[in-house]
């Protein structure tokens, strides 16, 4: 976990003086809210064990208006406090504004958008037991891969939607908190959120 922040802080030093050389802003902050979805493994009730709790706060960089990238943190729950699962995760992506890369008339990018990312990154769940039955931390890697569609309020804020798989790897706990033998294991997140936009620029680039 240590190393991953390194490398994020790392990445992000680099791009950030990289940043703000263009005539249209570049940086954003971003904060999202929303569901977690289980999908498998398929050993638990599904409907008692989906979270509504999945909080993710990132920092974005575009390097144009087609392309950037973005490190972020996020928070999902399953279950409940006793028979449940806690997820940190640490990750990284590539971001792709796809109105731009599909040349969409500006008359409708001026105020609508669709962004796609995918990335990866490393995480810890923690399992939620009664004392008498709790485990270890267990440590993950994944993979990510999403979408969603922007709306424009100003110069300075956006609002998004996204829908997000993600598939983790050396996963030991289940979303009820049990441990099995090492598996892999994936999850959807459905969420909004807000956009907002850094810089001296009257546009950033989302909307450049």
Do not use: C
Not at 22 to 37: H, K, T
Not at 49 to 68: S, W, Y
Not at 141 to 165: E, H, R
Request: hydrophobic share 40%; proline share 3%.
């Amino acid at each position: 976990m240590k190393k991953a922040i390194l490398v994020l802080g790392v990445i992000f030093t680099a791009t950030m003086g990289y940043a703000q050389t263009r005539d249209y802003n570049q940086v954003s902050l971003e904060l999202n809210y929303g569901a977690s979805i289980p999908v498998t493994p398929k050993t638990v009730d599904r409907s008692k064990a989906i979270g509504f709790a999945h909080i993710e706060p990132a920092l974005r960089v575009m390097f144009n208006p087609k392309i950037g990238m973005k490190g972020f943190y996020a928070y999902d729950r399953f279950g409940d406090k006793d028979k449940g699962l806690v997820s940190h995760r640490l990750g990284g992506e590539v971001i792709l504004n796809l109105d731009d890369v599909l040349n969409i008339p500006y008359y409708i990018k001026k105020s609508f958008g669709f962004q796609a990312h995918a990335g990866a990154g490393l995480g810890m769940l923690n399992p939620q037991l009664s004392e008498s039955q709790q485990t270890k931390n267990d440590f993950i890697s994944f993979l990510v891969i999403g979408g969603g569609p922007q709306y424009k309020l100003s110069d300075k804020l956006a609002l998004n939607g996204d829908l997000t798989f993600n598939q983790v790897f050396m996963q030991n706990s289940m979303y009820d908190g049990r441990s099995v033998a090492q598996t892999t294991g994936n999850y959807v997140t459905l969420s909004i959120g807000i956009q907002f936009y850094l810089g001296k620029e009257k546009y950033h680039a989302d909307w450049y």
